[in-house]
């Protein structure tokens, strides 16, 4: 089995899979309770991503701008950013400002920490921690704006008055670019495993939220403002994203000697086992019976399903981290990840990705720089059995007839994914029944009963199933 | 109304009013001067504007159906605009796909010029049918200099088709509006008039400022038809690149959209002398006015009143029906634009009326016509932003919010019942059959028994460590 790595050449995007920074900070930023996030930039920079993520949540997304115009491009923003800061301090009274760059603003140089220094001085009644995450949409995407908001959230909240061998008894967690209903089934293990997790950041709640009346005046929800400056004396930190928090997890190593574990996104079980396990050696607690009965339940629909899926090509895209953990899963199902492709122009990524599918036991072409365009063609060319990304897509699944399952975001043409989780050992365990439906409902359209399991899959692009995959795992 | 949220945002006031006895503005800040529009927005109000390059890609350029949508910087502003506003056609390749030039950091510091002319030979060479490259430029594109007229112009000896560059950035103007303007200015000068057909355009017409959302012009072009007319262009749902290059024939322009759009047809009315009448295509009275006065202009008046007297025939009972239920009703519009009061006399046709008037980027036009229809009492509010939208449901307690998806979820929050009037729950709404989509949706919002479920049944949030975080009691 051998993996190839390949670069998309062309100039031009056609189809995006990624979009820009400012949305990453801006997510993240939702995590912490009572934190408003300002957006220095021209009024679509906001307006887009609130609307973007109104979309994929269905909940009330509220950002604020500082709407800068034609004059400041040529005075700078700075008038702007000082009455944004004060309008939202005096309104909303939050726990937290964070201040998130655009093009605009940078390209112009507005110098942001100097301008809120300056906005501190002044307004001495303000003691909240307002923060200046650099995301101009020019660089990286938006796993970039959320991979920076941490840094900027590890390099500046933590308390650095920690006297030695002090500590909160808890562990930092951070999830990365994941939905509200992965943080709680990462909390779910964690409770589980009788520890106590500190989430940097947790938008479970405030992006999933309930009903109440009356509304309460911030989302219920998200990790507070002092649990963030005392996650210097955290017992660990795992970050469960190698490019959305790994950094961050290093920065807490570096300057508070909290260790750093940069795991793999525990899609599957192996990754999920690689998550427990990293538990386990921090604390020394023990995996309890509960996971324990998850773990084996996840084996068990894997071998139900493995008829109905083992063969299968697949189509992958997203983000380098989704991916990564994602073909983990993919390849204990016995489907070969034909294509992993992602918009990251990240080479390193890629020559790990060319050595862990062949680890892995599959053959992928692993696209970097890529678009959906790009996976049109090549579905074209060599088609799959089934798509898996979020729901920009759905055209490429339209125009081939090939069934889509959506994970990641955006997910905007379906309801309640974001209340989904792909990670631990349950969420792999609704993907693998997820991923197995998609296909019954694609092959088999008259289903009597329990003939369905006599009915056969066959996937239309009659390659051989990889034995040599099946037989290192069961000799 | 003073706004509790706007103790400290005293500039606020100048842009709400109350219609006062004998219809005077009532101004926030105690005079009687028109409600404050068309001007910047307070930084950080938490308003819902949009920006200029949203309203020229996303409103005016974004339906024409076969140009490839190229936009001129980061991915971000391409990613957001793509394939969320239902403006339809009859083919989807403008819906299906978004392109851009992708500028990275390298590009911004040396210069973006090179690529955006491979990224239009190259999307061409792709996608070899479209009839023409509509660029659009961004912030970043524009602060580093690129000359992208000059850029398409090169492109456009090459590929030979038109390449049309629209200088919508997003930091112009104080939103999306005048983003409307630059897409019609951009589309007049490159595109209309370019070609010169043969044949008889005496009985024609353009549809302009209508977007076909969730097919609209299904509920309105059929009874345009009917008269005898013949529809060049709309402006811009459902429409081609050839069909805007000779939209200049047309003998008459309808203008629905006209906040959007009446900028084409004041630049077609000087340059090719085209007269221009002003309609609302929703409601019962005002799609018969519209189809009355064109077919005045057409001395088509007879077969006009056969054609509203059959299809007010066809909806009248399902509408007497739903006013029954709607009776009464108070409602809170916010729309971008005219919207706004275009739909004032339709829900009055329901037997609802609207208490509260808003919109995101309205011009002193908008707002008169706001005030002539309003009941005296009604509330005016210039760009509300969130925490004004959140009062307004909280303390009028209107029945029905009818606004866009961004602010749905806050009203479900809030518990009040909301109709997405900016792309339809179950559209279309326009016209007369259209209508009855409307009626119906309203009803669904109305009566759906989750009301009950929340008003009876709601609790407090929990009372956990979060709870009296930074509260403060929203009055209700």
């Not at chain 2, 007269?275 to 005045?296: C, D, E, F, H």
């Not at chain 2, 005219?338 to 036009?365: K, Q, S, V, Y």
């Not at chain 2, 005016?380 to 925490?387: A, F, K, T």
Request: negative net charge; hydrophobic residues 40%; aromatic residues 8%.
């Amino acid at each position: 089995m051998t993996s190839c790595l390949t670069m998309q050449e062309r100039a031009v995007a056609i189809n995006p899979t990624r979009s820009c920074a400012p949305i990453g900070a801006m997510l993240a930023n939702y995590g912490i309770h009572g934190a408003i996030t300002i957006n220095h930039g021209s009024q679509g920079c906001a307006t887009y991503p609130r609307h973007q993520m109104a979309r994929h949540f269905r909940e009330p997304v509220e950002v604020a701008t500082t709407s800068l115009t034609e004059k400041t491009t040529v005075y700078g923003g700075k008038q702007n950013l000082i009455a944004a800061l004060k309008n939202i301090w005096e309104r909303f009274h939050p726990t937290m400002i964070m201040v998130c760059s655009t093009c605009l603003s940078e390209t112009i140089g507005d110098d942001i920490p100097a301008i809120i220094d300056e906005f501190l001085e002044k307004h001495p009644e303000v003691t909240i921690p307002i923060l200046s995450v650099k995301t101009p949409s020019y660089i990286g995407n938006h796993t970039t704006g959320f991979d920076n908001f941490l840094k900027e959230i590890a390099l500046n909240l933590p308390d650095r008055r920690k006297k030695k061998g002090e500590t909160n008894g808890k562990i930092n967690i951070i999830p990365g670019w994941v939905n509200p209903g992965d943080i709680r089934e990462l909390k779910h293990v964690l409770r589980e495993m009788g520890l106590h997790g500190l989430w940097i950041t947790d938008y479970s709640e405030t992006l999933d939220g309930g009903y109440y009346h009356p509304r309460p005046h911030f989302p219920r929800g998200g990790t507070t403002v002092e649990e963030l400056r005392s996650s210097s004396k955290s017992l660990a930190t795992i970050a469960l994203q190698r490019h959305i928090g790994g950094e961050a997890a290093r920065i807490y190593e570096r300057r508070y000697n909290v260790p750093a574990h940069v795991l793999t996104m525990p899609i599957g079980l192996k990754n999920t086992d690689a998550f427990v396990n990293t538990l386990v050696e921090i604390t020394d607690h023990t995996i309890p019976e509960a996971l324990e009965v998850e773990r084996a339940r996840l084996l068990d629909a894997l071998v139900d399903t493995h008829m109905y899926t083992t063969g299968l090509r697949v189509a992958l895209y997203g983000d380098p981290d989704l991916l990564e953990g994602l073909v983990g899963l993919i390849a204990e199902m016995g489907m070969t990840p034909a294509y992993i492709l992602t918009a990251a122009d990240n080479r390193p990524w890629g020559e790990r990705m060319v050595e862990l599918t062949e680890e892995l036991g599959v053959e992928s072409e692993i696209i970097l720089k890529g678009d959906l365009h790009e996976l049109h063609k090549r579905i074209k060319q060599k088609p799959v059995d089934l798509l898996i990304g979020h729901s920009k897509g759905k055209f490429i699944a339209e125009a081939e007839k090939i069934p889509l399952v959506r994970v990641g975001f955006p997910v905007e043409d379906r309801f309640g994914y974001h209340r989904r989780s792909i990670v631990g050992y349950n969420g792999a365990i609704a993907l693998v029944d997820e991923i197995t439906n998609t296909i019954f409902e694609r092959r088999a359209t008259t289903i009597v009963s329990n003939t369905l399991i006599e009915t056969g899959v066959e996937g239309p692009t009659d390659i051989p199933i990889p034995l040599r995959n099946g037989a290192a795992r069961h000799p | 109304m003073q706004f509790k949220c706007n103790q400290t945002l005293p500039e606020r006031a100048i842009h709400i009013a109350i219609k006062g006895p004998g219809g005077k503005c009532q101004r926030g800040d105690g005079t009687a001067c028109f409600i404050a529009n068309n001007v910047a927005t307070t930084p950080g109000d938490m308003t819902e504007r949009g920006c200029t390059y949203a309203g020229c890609r996303g409103v005016v350029g974004g339906p024409v159906k076969d140009a490839i949508q190229l936009t001129h910087g980061p991915i971000g502003c391409a990613f957001f605009s793509w394939g969320y506003r239902p403006h339809l056609a009859d083919s989807d390749f403008h819906m299906k796909y978004t392109f851009v030039t992708d500028m990275n950091e390298t590009n911004i510091v040396f210069g973006g010029e090179k690529k955006l002319l491979q990224s239009i030979i190259e999307a061409n060479a792709e996608f070899p049918d479209a009839k023409a490259v509509f660029v659009y430029n961004t912030c970043s594109t524009a602060l580093i200099g690129d000359d992208g007229r000059d850029v398409a112009k090169q492109a456009e000896a090459i590929i030979g088709k038109p390449v049309v560059f629209f200088e919508c950035e997003g930091f112009r103007g104080v939103s999306q509006s005048l983003g409307h303007h630059i897409g019609n200015e951009t589309i007049f000068r490159q595109l209309v008039g370019s070609v010169e057909p043969e044949g008889d355009f005496s009985r024609s017409i353009n549809i302009i400022g209508d977007y076909n959302i969730k097919n609209d012009i299904r509920t309105f072009e059929y009874l345009f038809e009917a008269l005898g007319l013949r529809i060049i262009a709309r402006f811009t749902g459902n429409v081609s690149v050839d069909d805007l290059k000779i939209m200049h024939k047309a003998a008459l322009n309808i203008v629905h959209c006209q906040r959007s759009a009446t900028y084409i047809a004041d630049m077609m009315k000087e340059k090719y002398g085209t007269p221009y009448i002003n309609v609302t295509l929703w409601g019962i009275k005002n799609m018969s006015q519209a189809l009355r006065n064109t077919a005045a202009f057409f001395g088509l008046e007879a077969r006009a009143e056969e054609v509203i007297a059959h299809e007010i025939a066809r909806i009248q009972p399902a509408i007497d029906a739903y006013r029954q239920r709607l009776q009464g009703k108070r409602v809170f519009i916010y729309q971008g634009g005219p919207r706004t009061w275009h739909w004032i006399e339709l829900l009055r046709e329901l037997g609802m009326e609207t208490e509260t008037a808003a919109t995101t980027f309205g011009h002193t036009d908008d707002y008169e016509k706001i005030f002539r229809q309003i009941a005296e009492g009604a509330l005016v509010i210039d760009n509300p932003n969130v925490p004004e939208i959140e009062e307004i449901l909280t303390r009028r307690r209107p029945d029905l919010f009818i606004s866009g998806n961004k602010e749905r979820y806050l009203a479900y929050k809030l518990g009040v019942p909301f109709v997405n009037g900016h792309t339809y729950d179950t559209g279309p709404y326009a016209g007369f059959v259209g209508m009855v989509n409307f009626a119906r949706d309203i009803d669904k919002a109305l009566h759906a028994p989750v009301w009950n479920l929340l008003h009876q049944h709601a609790r407090p949030a929990p009372a956990d460590r979060h709870a009296t975080h930074g509260f403060e009691e929203v009055e209700s």
